[in-house]
């Protein structure tokens, strides 16, 4: 990386030495770095202000106002990384799939993708799609000094969810109904998704971000023996073709207590955990040669101080034999959490773990 003299190559060359790709590296770290899902972008005052009146998807492809955005939990709160400030379905729009974020709902697809002449409708995903990542990735790069950007992309399954249900899902039906009735076309279809995250998880690295992470918040709903078959092998695409880009690679899932295993064979260098199963026996479930992110419970910050601290230590101390650990939320900041709570928790973490 060092002989990448790119702006982009001199920011990852600062940040390399930094708490949280210390971490991610399961090297010695002077604290225990920390960092939100779901930071930017959330009840920050400051951020509602500057997205008044500009609907989700056109301020994901404004790059003056996306690195403003990605910024201010890093002002704010003093955190250990940015989190590039987008959605996952960004670069499905960008080949010029027909949908939509709502406020309150989610991403909703006009057309579900199906069948497989559905399928033809992904089509590859080129740097020019997303310009405004690379415009905005590069503003970041001049102003963050020596804090890491973290990129990030939706993984296959998730992405399949919203194509193929339409929108927010609960139970997963007509996914789970093409992966069960068609498995050709739903490994197609799920081979397909990681190329183009793949394209743009590169097109990130390219532009400057230090770590990525591929986010299957819904994987959760499947059965072990489903995701070994049905999953796996696309999101093992990802993570393989990024390998060796110098960038640590997180994966995330929400209710993945059973999966832990797997999702550690899918090859990611971090394993992020909700807050149902404990860091040392997420360890153990895990496996060897892995840090992991995590893991509280983001209702916790509803309940006064004390408590915070008192859950907050518990995590700590089950963390304390990890080989790496990047504190988290379990999934991401909830819309009404106070900032100050979380400005609180991310000094009460570097405090406490200060060697
Ligand atoms: O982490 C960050 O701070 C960066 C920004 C970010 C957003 N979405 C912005 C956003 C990230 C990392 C995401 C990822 C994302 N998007 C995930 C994975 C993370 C997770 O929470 O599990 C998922 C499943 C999505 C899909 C999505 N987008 C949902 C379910 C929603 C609606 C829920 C909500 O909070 O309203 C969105 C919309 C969305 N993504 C908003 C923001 C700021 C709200 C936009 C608005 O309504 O104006």
């Given at each position: 990386m060092s002989e990448n003299q790119s702006p982009a190559g001199n920011q990852q060359t600062a940040a390399y030495d930094s708490a949280f790709l210390k971490a991610c590296r399961r090297e010695p770290v002077p604290h225990t770095p920390v960092w939100f899902m779901r930071q930017a972008g959330r009840s920050l005052p400051e951020y509602l202000k500057v997205r008044e009146g500009i609907p989700m998807l056109e301020s994901c492809m404004r790059p003056d106002l996306v690195a403003e955005i990605t910024l201010q939990p890093v002002r704010r709160h003093g955190v250990d990384a940015a989190i590039y400030f987008s959605d996952i379905v960004v670069p499905l729009k960008a080949i010029g799939i027909d949908l939509d974020i709502k406020p309150g709902v989610g991403p909703v697809v006009e057309q579900p993708i199906r069948s497989r002449a559905d399928l033809a409708r992904l089509r590859d995903l080129t740097p020019d799609d997303v310009s405004y990542v690379t415009e905005a990735m590069g503003i970041l790069t001049g102003e963050l000094g020596a804090t890491p950007l973290i990129g990030f992309a939706g993984a296959p399954f998730t992405l399949a969810s919203y194509l193929v249900e339409g929108g927010p899902s609960r139970n997963h039906e007509h996914t789970k109904a093409l992966m069960y009735g068609d498995p050709q076309l739903w490994a197609d279809l799920l081979d397909r998704l990681a190329e183009i995250t793949t394209a743009f998880l590169k097109v990130q690295i390219e532009a400057g971000a230090s770590a990525v992470q591929l986010f299957d918040s819904w994987v959760g709903a499947l059965a072990p023996v489903d995701y070994r078959r049905s999953v796996l092998p696309a999101s093992r695409k990802v993570f393989d073709a990024v390998e060796g880009l110098g960038v640590p690679r997180i994966h995330f899932g929400v209710g993945t207590g059973e999966l832990l295993g797997p999702l550690g064979e899918a090859g990611a260098d971090v394993v992020g955990v909700?807050?149902?199963?404990?860091?040392?026996?997420?360890?153990?479930?895990?496996?060897?040669?892995?840090?992991?992110?995590g893991n509280l419970d983001p209702a916790v910050l509803f309940a006064p101080t004390a408590a915070v601290e008192a859950k907050t230590d518990e995590i700590l101390d089950a963390a304390a034999g990890l080989e790496g650990h990047v504190f988290n939320l379990g999934h991401g900041v909830l819309p009404t959490t106070d900032a100050d709570a979380l400005t609180r928790l991310v000094e009460y973490v570097h405090t406490r773990t200060a060697r």
């Open positions: 909700d807050w149902r199963v404990p860091l040392d026996e997420a360890a153990r479930r895990v496996g060897p040669g892995k840090a992991l992110q």
